[in-house]
């Protein structure tokens, strides 16, 4: 199938962005890599009356590292920030859950701004951002807000953007001192989405995990017990798995995950 016609825009600059998105509103979808935007209009499962395209805005291309936290670009590639060792040594869940990401030749063309506003309850990135506890940074004519992890998914491919926002930047916290994480995750093959997945972060004694494929958002649980993990999610039963299935997969990954990570807090420490 082809897609729906649309206008089609490619600024060459943030401010000119911001102007197109004030201008065309709820109207124009957003494209960054494009490597889901793209399948979704030529199966037509959207059809936006506009196309604002962010590929020329090399502004929105940086890793900045800090001894708090690593800022990333919403034009950054998955693969761009996977392959920083320097993210890598302030924040290893980041690389974990990125190396889990599709495929290569996805994660070359994906960003991270692209997945995080995509909000697809699936995706491990969202799960990184709550576990961790980030925020992010979004822009509009009316100037720059920051927006926690916790309050930026709000359902299935939804955000609390607003019409006229465009996210800039992604903030990931930096692990503290003898602090340990890890990202498991469970699918039929490597590069499929997964069925159930969780990242966890263990620091001061304290355990945050934040589960994806399992709800409309990612599931924030803290503590250990894989149990309550199991009841605070809101899986559905679908054609790879049933919801009990999965209830079963989030009390196996909290276990091995909170294991993990406090096994790498050790060593860490």
Not at 102 to 118: K, Q, Y
């Amino acid at each position: 199938m082809k897609p729906a016609p649309f206008e089609y825009h490619a600024p060459e600059t943030l401010d000119e962005a911001l102007r197109l998105k004030s201008e065309l509103g709820p109207e124009a979808s957003v494209l960054a890599g494009g490597q889901s935007l793209v399948p979704m209009l030529n199966m037509r499962l959207a059809s936006p009356e506009a196309l604002i395209d962010l590929r020329k805005l090399d502004e929105l291309r940086y890793i900045n590292v800090a001894d708090d936290a690593v800022a990333v670009g919403a034009m950054t590639t998955h693969r761009a920030l996977e392959r920083s060792d320097a993210a890598y040594s302030a924040c290893p869940l980041i690389r974990e859950a990125l190396g889990l990401v599709a495929h290569a030749v996805v994660r070359n063309r994906g960003t991270i701004g692209g997945s995080v506003a995509h909000a697809d309850p699936a995706a491990e990135l969202p799960s990184v951002l709550v576990a961790l506890g980030g925020k992010v940074k979004v822009r509009s004519l009316r100037g720059e807000r920051e927006i926690a992890a916790a309050d930026l998914f709000t359902f299935h491919f939804t955000t609390s953007l607003e019409p006229d926002e465009l996210l800039t930047e992604i903030s990931f916290p930096a692990l503290e001192q003898g602090a340990g994480s890890a990202f498991l995750e469970i699918s039929r093959r490597h590069g499929d989405y997964a069925l159930a997945g969780a990242a966890c972060v263990v620091s001061n004694g304290n355990t945050r995990l934040a589960f994806t494929g399992v709800g409309p958002i990612p599931v924030f649980v803290e503590g250990d017990d894989p149990d309550a993990a199991a009841a605070a999610t809101s899986p559905s039963d679908d054609i790879h798995a049933t919801a009990d299935y999965r209830r079963q997969l989030v009390r196996v990954l909290t276990s091995r995950a909170v294991g993990l990570a406090r096994e790498r807090a050790q060593v860490s420490g």
